[in-house]
Nanobody
């Protein structure tokens, strides 16, 4: 089983951009579909999007389309989340998740019977107005 470590969070002004990274160790990264999630204070963890094992396809939640881009580099065991035009409401802890089944990542936030196999510890993104 892989272990995941997110990085790249911090304090950003509204309108800015940020790239988060999630690096895996201890397992076969390319056998996992990867997802990015976020959890704002007092709210449930929500899906931002997910990417297939090869990186050939991505899925995004409707609420974040056009401002978020997920990519991965299997040679570096890393998945990225690029965020554009940051807004104060993007303030949250951002998590990456790994699961061999892409569907688990996509439905996790709406199905309490589904678990994501591996989570990172999260990285805080704070957007100032």
């Amino acid at each position: 089983q892989v272990q995941l470590v997110e990085s790249g969070g911090g304090l950003v002004q509204a309108g800015g951009s940020l790239r988060l990274s999630c690096t895996a160790s201890g397992g076969a990264f390319s056998t996992y579909a990867m997802g990015w999630f976020r959890q704002a204070p007092g709210k449930e963890r929500e899906l931002i999007g997910a990417i297939t094992k090869s990186g050939g396809s991505t899925y995004y939640a409707d609420s974040v389309k056009d401002r978020f881009t997920i990519s991965r580099d299997n040679a570096k065991n890393t998945v990225y989340l690029q965020i554009y035009s940051l807004k104060p409401e993007d303030t949250a802890v951002y998590y990456c998740g790994a699961d061999p089944i892409l569907h688990h990542l996509i439905v996790f936030a709406n199905n309490k019977d589904i678990n994501v196999e591996v989570w990172g510890q999260g990285t805080l993104v704070t957007v100032s107005s």
